[in-house]
């Protein structure tokens, strides 16, 4: 029974180069969340996507960060035009088909840790 | 808004001692309280939850913490610490209809020989 499935553990890319961060959910998981954890920090909530839909993005950041959750295959991270401070891990956590994050236990991967140099 | 603050950043106890690590919530309404355990390049994993039932909450590896309204306060114990505790630690908080997880920045717990 995996679980949920983040690639690439980790990333380098050069400044103003693209980064795809992948995350698979849980079997039988419909709701994928993205988290942002800075050094010396908590992890931030970036979007909340369903499939085909995203639900809340209020932590992303407005430009170069976009998210999909495509119907078929893996839901995507993707940062443009990278910068140094995009360095840092980056976790996926799927949930069950009912909505509500307090009946539904997050389950995370194991994170993408970019490397912008 | 919601908020955790987790005090201290890192604690250090002796094998065998007492592991207490502190988080103290800000909620408007009832909140939903979590500990996560961060091992090193690994995911978080649940050690326990509170969703408003039993205030005294008991979770993996034998720690529980205990929901006081009174002091806002989710503490984490464990009796007895154990080697492998030796891993990051970290409160959150949501409420019934959010969707998003508040995390505290975390407490990196060190176990002593």
């Known amino acids: 029974n995996a679980g949920v499935m983040q690639n690439p553990r980790h990333l380098v890319r050069r400044r103003g180069q693209e980064a795809r961060l992948r995350c698979s959910p849980m079997?039988?998981?419909?709701?994928v969340y993205w988290y942002r954890q800075l050094p010396e920090e908590g992890l931030k909530f970036m979007v909340y996507l369903q499939k085909e839909n995203i639900i809340d993005e209020s932590g992303m950041p407005k430009e170069r960060f976009s998210a999909e959750f495509p119907k078929e295959g893996p839901s995507i991270l993707r940062i443009q035009q990278v910068v140094r401070g995009d360095s840092a891990a980056y976790f996926c956590?799927?949930?069950?088909?009912?909505?509500?994050?307090?009946?539904?236990?997050?389950?995370f991967g194991a994170g993408t840790r970019l490397s912008v140099l | 808004a919601q908020s955790v603050t987790q005090l201290g950043s890192h604690v250090s106890v002796s094998e065998g001692a007492l592991v207490l690590l502190r988080c103290n919530y800000s909620?408007?309404?009832?909140?939903?309280l979590f500990w996560y355990v961060q091992y090193p390049n690994q995911g978080l994993q649940l050690l326990l939850k509170y969703t408003s039932a039993a205030t005294l909450v008991k979770g993996i590896n034998g720690f529980e913490a205990e929901f006081k309204k009174s002091e806002t306060s989710f503490h984490l114990t464990k009796p007895s610490a154990h080697m492998s505790d030796a891993a990051e630690y970290f409160c959150?908080?949501?409420?019934?209809?959010?969707?998003?997880?508040?995390f505290g920045k975390g407490t990196r717990l060190h176990i002593l020989p």
């Open positions: 959150a908080v949501t409420s019934w209809g959010d969707d998003k997880i508040i």
């Open positions: 956590a799927s949930s069950p088909p009912q909505r509500r994050a307090a009946k539904n236990i997050q389950y």
């Open positions: 909620s408007s309404v009832p909140p939903y």
């Open positions: 079997k039988g998981h419909s709701h």
